[in-house]
């Protein structure tokens, strides 16, 4: 067995759908034998727990905070734990990686930029890309956005989908289609009937770019309800 981690959670510090914190979140995929986690709140372009008339710097910093309790509990137990966070582009999601709470300080009002000049940016800066749940339908959802040119990788395995496996399957053939790196996540919003997936890789992720380049070639499992999927 590899080493496995969640990709795609949120804390209840960050995201007003989560009930879960950060450290909760941290000691129960400790106790479900996972490796690491990495956070991903809503941004303020989402659904996100902190409000939105407060200056720049203040919210940066109160959206941080899901992810600093996360990390404060995992360095007590032993659990990796990596800062990202989901963008929205109307209800399209996106969850963002490597990069941090000084680069989103200093990048004041990007909820607000273009979508593609935002990616642009997120990607020369450092930061990948991969497209959450693409093809997830809702009540509030009126059409699907796409954006293959722009993301380094889709999430075919999204648990929170489990229950209808053709918007994974879509995902699955809209990376195939597009030739796009492939990975898997849990969308955890709650400690209580966490979805078990994410990912198994070969090798411990030491920065979050090791996530990236195992995932490009290839070499990470999809996690589904807990087991690896084929």
Known sequence: MGYRYETHLHTCEGSACASASGAEM???????????????????????????????????????????????????????????????????????????????????????????????????????IVQAHPFRERDYIDHIELFPRDVDGVEIVNGAQMKDPQMNDRARIYAMMYALPVTAGSDSHHIHGLFGSGVELPRRVERPRDYLEMMRAGELKCLGGGRVLE
Request: hydrophobic share 40%; net charge negative.
């Open 26 to 128: 941290a000691r129960m995929h400790k106790e479900l034998g996972y490796t690491g986690i990495f956070v991903t709140d809503h941004f303020f372009n989402g659904n996100s727990a902190v409000p939105r008339d407060l200056p720049w710097r203040e919210r940066v910093e109160r959206f941080c905070l899901g992810y600093e309790y996360a990390r404060q509990e995992g360095e007590k137990i032993g659990l990796d734990v990596f800062f990202g966070f989901e963008y929205g582009v109307h209800a399209a999601d996106f969850l963002v990686y490597n990069l941090d709470r000084q680069w989103l300080r200093e990048h004041e009002d990007i909820d607000r930029e273009d979508a593609r000049q935002a990616f642009a940016l997120m990607r020369r800066d450092g930061g990948f």
